[in-house]
C-alpha cells in the first residue's frame, strides 16, 4: 500500500510506501526529509494545493493549531484512523498558525475542521473533533 506526499522543500509529490513504517521517508528528488506522523503527512499551504490538486486517492485534511487543545486530543484519533483506512485515503495535516494561507482558501472558520478532497474538489467537511468510529463512519459515506 502507499499514500502520497508533498515534500516540504521542493513540493513535489512522493509516492510513500506504509509498508514499512520504520524508515523515515525522504523526497525522492531532494532528498529533504518528508514529515510524516503515523501515516499523516504535515503539509504547507502550496504543499496542500499540490497535494488535493496531484493525489489519485481522496485527500483527508486535518486543519489545526498548536494552540487548540481538542485539536491536540484529537490527533492521535487521526493518526490511528490513517493506519486503519491507509491505502484507500492520503491523510494530511494542516498547522493553521504556522500557515494561515493554508486554510484561508476554504473559509475556515473554526478548528478542528476536517475536510475531504477528491479530484481537487472538496467533497465534504466536518467542524469539531470526533471520535475514532464517529470519524471513520464519516470518512466512509460516499466513498467506494
Ligand atoms: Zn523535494
Same mark, same amino acid.
Given at each position: 500500500m502507499e499514500t502520497y506526499a508533498p515534500c516540504p522543500s521542493c513540493h513535489r509529490l512522493n509516492r510513500i510506501?506504509?509498508?514499512?513504517?520504520?524508515? !523515515?521517508p525522504v523526497c525522492g528528488v531532494c532528498k529533504t526529509g518528508i514529515p510524516m506522523h503515523? $501515516?499523516?503527512?504535515?503539509?504547507?499551504? @502550496?504543499?496542500? $494545493?499540490?497535494?488535493?490538486?496531484?493525489?489519485?486517492?481522496?485527500? @483527508?485534511?486535518?486543519?489545526?493549531a498548536p494552540w487548540c487543545g481538542p485539536c491536540r486530543m484529537f490527533a492521535p484519533t487521526f493518526e490511528q484512523a490513517s493506519r486503519d483506512l491507509g491505502g484507500r485515503f492520503v491523510f494530511?495535516?494542516?498547522n493553521t498558525e504556522a500557515h494561515p494561507e493554508g486554510a484561508a482558501p476554504f473559509g475556515i472558520?473554526?478548528?478542528?475542521?476536517l475536510m475531504v478532497f477528491e479530484?481537487?474538489?472538496? !467533497?465534504?467537511? $466536518?467542524s469539531g473533533a470526533a471520535p475514532l468510529d464517529a470519524f471513520k463512519a464519516w470518512l466512509a459515506q460516499g466513498s467506494v
Amino acid at each position: 500500500m502507499e499514500t502520497y506526499a508533498p515534500c516540504p522543500s521542493c513540493h513535489r509529490l512522493n509516492r510513500i510506501s506504509i509498508d514499512s513504517e520504520a524508515r !523515515k521517508p525522504v523526497c525522492g528528488v531532494c532528498k529533504t526529509g518528508i514529515p510524516m506522523h503515523s $501515516q499523516v503527512v504535515e503539509v504547507d499551504a @502550496v504543499g496542500l $494545493q499540490k497535494l488535493i490538486r496531484k493525489s489519485p486517492l481522496p485527500v @483527508v485534511v486535518d486543519f489545526w493549531a498548536p494552540w487548540c487543545g481538542p485539536c491536540r486530543m484529537f490527533a492521535p484519533t487521526f493518526e490511528q484512523a490513517s493506519r486503519d483506512l491507509g491505502g484507500r485515503f492520503v491523510f494530511a495535516k494542516l498547522n493553521t498558525e504556522a500557515h494561515p494561507e493554508g486554510a484561508a482558501p476554504f473559509g475556515i472558520r473554526s478548528i478542528p475542521t476536517l475536510m475531504v478532497f477528491e479530484n481537487g474538489n472538496e !467533497k465534504k467537511r $466536518q467542524s469539531g473533533a470526533a471520535p475514532l468510529d464517529a470519524f471513520k463512519a464519516w470518512l466512509a459515506q460516499g466513498s467506494v
